[in-house]
Each structure stands twice: as C-alpha cells, then as structure tokens.
C-alpha cells in the first residue's frame, strides 16, 4: 500500500522535474493546471503514507480509525512543535485543538436540562433527565472524563453527548465533573477536585434539591477518568462520614497501574492508535511532573525492577501470570529486570501510590467496594489493567461484570456520531448503559 503510493510519488516528482524548462508562450494556462495536479497528487501521496498505519483486521471500522488517528496524530506533533519553540505547553495546545472541534455551552432540550454550575468550588456540568412517572426520585451517576488526566472536558461534544443519552435513557441525573488539568495541576490535584466535588453532591440537601435517590448514586469514568473514578470508589468506601454510599462503580477501559508496562495487552498494543504505549507512559510522567527522561527506562519496567526494593512487596499484586486468563497472556512473557534505575522512584514516589495505581490496594480496601462493571478493549494497552482489576476484586469478594470487547480500541466509547461514528463505539455506549440500566 504505501510502496505504492511512494512510487506514485517518485512518477509525479519525475514529471515535475521534466516540466521544468519554460512552457511555450501560448500554453501557460495548461502548464499552470498540470503542476497543480503534480502538487495535489503528491500532497495526497504524502497525506496517505502518513494516515496509513498497520491495523489488526479485527478492529472496528480500520478506515475509520486511521484517519482519526492521523489527525490525533498531527495535532500532537503539532503541539510539540509550539512546546518546541516555547510558545506553549504542548497539552494546553493539544487541548486547545480538542475544544475547536466542539465545545458546547450549557444547553436544554425537553428531555434534559444542562446546567453549568460549582459544586464547592470544583466546576461540574450537570445532566437532568425526565422523572420516569412512577418514580419521583432519580438515579443517578458522577461521571468524570477521560483524557491522561490533561485533556477533554465535560463541555466538549463527545462528552456532553455521551451524558446526554445517559441523563435521557436512565432518567437520571448526570453530574460530569470539570476536574482541573495537566499542566494547570498534578497528581494528586485532580482526586482532590473530584472527591470535593462528589462529597457535596451526595450531602443529603443536595441530593433533596436534584431529585435524587440517596440509595442510587453510582461513579463512573472512562480511561484516566475511569482511574479517578476507581480511586474515589477505593476513597469512599473506607470513608465512615459518608451518609450516602455509593451503589456502584461503572469503569470504562480504565488506567489502573504504572508499575508495569509490558502486561500482555502493553505488548501487543504497543503502537496501537490513539494511545500508543509511550504515549501513555509520558502522560504518567506529566500527571505526577516527573521528569520525561525517565519514560524509556519505565518502558522496560527499570523503575520496577527486582533491585528497587520499594516495589517488591506490590509487584505480586499485578502478577498476571496467575492473574489473567491465558487467551490473554497468548505467548507473551514477563518483563522483569533484574537491575534498573531505582531513582526513578526516588524522584517520583507516586508511581507507587494506590492514589495512581487502585491496582494495587490491600485487599481489606477491595472488599468493601460496590457493585462493579468494568469495560475493556482488545486493542488497547490498557486491557489487561481492567481484567486484572476485575480478578482482584472478584477475589476480595466483589460482584463484577467484565464486559470485553474483541474489535474495540481505546476511546472508543465517546465516538458515536457521524463523521466520528464507529460501530464499536456505538455498541460499547449500549452494553454499558444497559449495565447501568439494570444495576443502578
Ligand atoms: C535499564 O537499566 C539497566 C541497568 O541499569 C541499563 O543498563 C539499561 O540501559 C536501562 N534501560 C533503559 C532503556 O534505560
Ligand atoms: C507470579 O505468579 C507465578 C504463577 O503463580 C509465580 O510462579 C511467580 O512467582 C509470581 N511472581 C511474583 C512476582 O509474585
Ligand atoms: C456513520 O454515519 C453515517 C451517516 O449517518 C452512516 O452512513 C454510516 O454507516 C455510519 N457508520 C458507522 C460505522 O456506523
């Protein structure tokens, strides 16, 4: 596929070059019309040998993704150019090109009202459904927003979308939450902004003033929204103060640990669209402002190795050789080295916290957990984070639903609508509000 383009390419220059003595006098509109055809052509070549990457047949709409995947692509090398030259932080460019496609002020409908507002100083936006007839108050979910704890926002389309048919389809009240972001904030800011905002909200006067069943408040996220969302699920189940218990956790292809980056789906997904296995690694390094330096040594576990003696005791918590089944673990082995770089973890201590990693919590903290329902993708990185979760927590005694998805990829879920409108996204978005539907 791409030799050919590259050879359609190298005809095309060929032609330019021949073109290049004067065109006759009385040809000129011609000439002018053929070397914007050489141009268009290669300009094509060219933008088609850089949205064409490798894809498993498997995946949902591979077409489809490529593209999008381009486009995420150049607007992150992009970014890093701005960073480059100093003009920018390259998140807050990346995030400035992800509001242009969509930012949506609050809004209503007959169906939900969207409202805007502050919940004890943290911004949320707020999603209210229609009552169901027979019942005056509403369910309920705390919804908080993926995007390597740096990126998106409740306001964007894909998410005010997302809530939307949720609010609609569960006649619930939908609370996405605003946290603060990378570079503003770092670990452990965006929990802080998260358990303030959901520690309002289920205050009884509250809960009164929104129509809300105290008894079915549930948390949910998706990727590093589902990692907060798992923290503040591990937070508030230890939390004795708490009047209003949370009814369940819904995590959706959630970031779960840093202390391994070659489980089997970080193998095989390393290079995987929209979230290559560096690329996660480095949004690791900057939700804790480490330093970038250390990303290719993390790669190869080196801040996990046997020597760094901080991380011995926890390594056993996400062996997946005993943990995860062997249609996923396929041929893959463990990455373990014997000798690393124990300053990694000297300098950034928080690769070892629970507060990053609730993959690693005592098993005490997994047993008093909710209802969970974790959803996961084939082609993505983080898939086997979220199946190793659900073998913990299923251990500890926890009622889990693990719905796995074989043609799915990460950050599938918010693409539902034309022109980014996959198949997989679409089914993702029903099983996991079906889910909600019948537990919540
Ligand atoms: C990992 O650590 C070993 C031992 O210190 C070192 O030789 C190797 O270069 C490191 N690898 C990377 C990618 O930093
Ligand atoms: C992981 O589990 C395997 C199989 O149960 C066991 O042989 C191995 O020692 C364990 N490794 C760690 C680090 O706990
Ligand atoms: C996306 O939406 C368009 C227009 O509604 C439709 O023709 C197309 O089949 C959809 N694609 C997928 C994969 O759902």
Redo the contacts with the bound molecule.
Sequence with gaps: MSSWLLQKLARGLQVASSSRPPQPAEEPARGKMRSSCIVLTAVVALAAYYVYIPLPSSVSDPWKLMLLDAIFRSAQQVSNLIHYLGLSHHLVTLNFIIFSFGKKSAWSSTQVKVTDTDFDGVEVRVFEGSPKPEEPLKRSVVYIHGGGWALASAKISYYDELCTAMAEELNAVIVSIEYRLVPKVHFPEQINDVVRATKYFLQPEVLQKYSVDPGRVGISGDSAGGNLAAVLGQQFSQDASLKSKLKLQALIYPVLQALDFNTPSYQQNVDTPILPRYVMVKYWVDYFKGNQDFVQAMIVNNHTSLDVEEAAAL??RL?W??LLPTVFTKNYTPV?QTTGNARIVREIPQLLDVRSSPLIADREVLQHLPKTYILTCEHDVLRDDGIMYAKRLESAGVEVTLDHFEDAFHGCMIFTSWPTNFSVGIRTRKSYITWLDQNL
């Design positions: 390594r056993a062996n050789t005993s373990v």
